[in-house]
């Protein structure tokens, strides 16, 4: 058996990913991953990069890279374990028209942001809460 093999269970064509489940999926003991955090795919109208936070433009409904007035909803997420709203076959082709956003979780930020530090804890430039500091050096996100 070679690494490129893909599993499918329930479809007899998977598709990119290693393991694809057409149906749903149970685990007695739980899933765990070594990736840090929850996302989900949400339509954007720029780019950004893993690190930046992500605000949800309230005129055009699309996320970019926060800015004043936004309604924050995470971070771009760099290591997700669990990513939800993937419609189109690779992250690559997702990529195209979405950013991945970090909803809970340990995740890296790009403090050089417009970023308000009160000891461990962090708050946008118009005081929406981000996150609290580990000794990691990682953000917790999440309420």
Not at 24 to 44: H, L, M, P, R
Not at 79 to 88: D, E, L, M, Q
Not at 122 to 129: A, E, G, M, S, V
Request: net charge negative.
């Amino acid at each position: 058996m070679t690494t490129e093999a893909k599993v499918g269970i329930g479809t007899a064509t998977p598709g990119e990913d290693m393991l694809e489940v057409n149906g749903t999926a149970y685990a007695s003991g739980g899933w765990q991953t070594t990736n840090a955090d929850y996302a989900e795919w949400f339509e954007k109208e720029e780019d950004t990069k893993p690190g930046d936070l992500i605000g949800l433009n309230l005129g055009t409904g699309k996320v970019r890279k926060y800015q004043r007035g936004d309604k924050l909803l995470g971070v771009h997420s760099s290591n997700p374990g669990i990513v939800g709203n993937r419609f189109a076959e690779t992250n690559d082709e997702m990529a195209r028209t979405h950013t991945i956003v970090a909803l809970l979780g340990q995740v890296y930020v790009n403090i050089d942001q417009e970023i308000i530090k009160y000891g461990r804890l962090l708050y946008t430039i118009d005081n929406q809460f981000v996150g609290v500091i580990l000794q990691n050096g990682l953000v917790f996100i999440g309420r």
